[in-house]
């Protein structure tokens, strides 16, 4: 059973190119988050979402837009890509924000040439 | 400022030795949570620590949380190769809504 599911796992496009990863948990948790980790393993905080409402930004270009359809999905779509938003990108869920264990998703491995 | 910080970040060790890592945090917690990390894979949520005294153990894990001294620490008992990872602890500050985690501590068991 897969909790919390990513695609595409793997995403290499060129510069200027707009892409979009999707994450869908089937964990009945209201809340869901993306994450950037560099290459340096550093891992921090890009969005968070409740219930499909906008609860964090974390100071993100604006080139990055998230959309909730529903609680149970949460996609990141990336306008303009430059070399520095190549990472790691993992959504997360947890039953409640902030307070609870958040699940990780699989990860997507964006290259941007 | 909401800082998260980890010692050491890299640690390389031979089997059946037992060694620590240490997690700092800036300011008042809700909660701290160790996650481990294989590479090129997710995370998986190791333990919660919830209060001042906390301690969780996991076959050769254990955790402690010291909430006065704003330090989480994590003795691994006699290593095994299995063990070799990357460890992250993650704090949820008071009223902040996200986990803040430190840098990662990469682990690595030698035979």
């Known amino acids: 059973d897969t909790a919390v599911s990513q695609t595409p796992k793997y995403l290499v496009t060129q510069m200027g190119n707009d892409k979009s990863i999707k994450c869908e948990q089937n964990?009945?948790?209201?809340?869901m988050y993306w994450y950037k980790q560099d290459s340096k393993k550093f891992l921090k905080i890009m969005f968070s979402?409740?219930?499909?409402?906008?609860?964090i930004n974390e100071t993100v270009p604006n080139r990055f837009s998230p959309k909730s359809p529903d609680k149970a999905h949460l996609n990141l779509h990336i306008n303009s890509l430059e070399l520095g938003d190549s990472a790691v990108y993992f959504c997360?869920?947890?039953?409640?924000?902030?307070?609870?264990?958040?699940?990780f998703g699989p990860g997507t491995r964006l290259t941007v040439l | 400022e909401l800082k998260v910080e980890q010692n050491p970040l890299f640690l390389s060790m031979q089997e059946g030795k037992n060694y620590t890592i240490y997690c700092n945090y800036s300011?008042?917690?809700?909660?701290l949570y160790w996650y481990r990390q294989d590479p090129g894979k997710s995370l998986e949520s190791l333990f919660v620590?919830?209060?001042?005294?906390a301690v969780k153990q996991e076959g050769r894990l254990m955790a402690s949380l010291d909430t006065k001294a704003r330090l989480s620490t994590l003795h691994i008992t006699a290593a095994v190769h299995d063990l070799s990872a990357t460890y992250f602890c993650?704090?949820?500050?008071?009223?902040?809504?996200?986990?803040?985690f430190g840098q990662g501590t990469r682990l690595t068991i030698n035979p």
């Open positions: 964990l009945g948790h209201d809340t």
């Open positions: 993650a704090v949820d500050f008071q009223g902040a809504q996200k986990l803040v």
């Open positions: 620590l919830l209060s001042n005294g």
């Open positions: 997360a869920s947890s039953h409640r924000g902030g307070s609870d264990t958040q699940y």
């Open positions: 300011t008042t917690s809700d909660r």
């Open positions: 979402y409740n219930n499909k409402e906008l609860i």
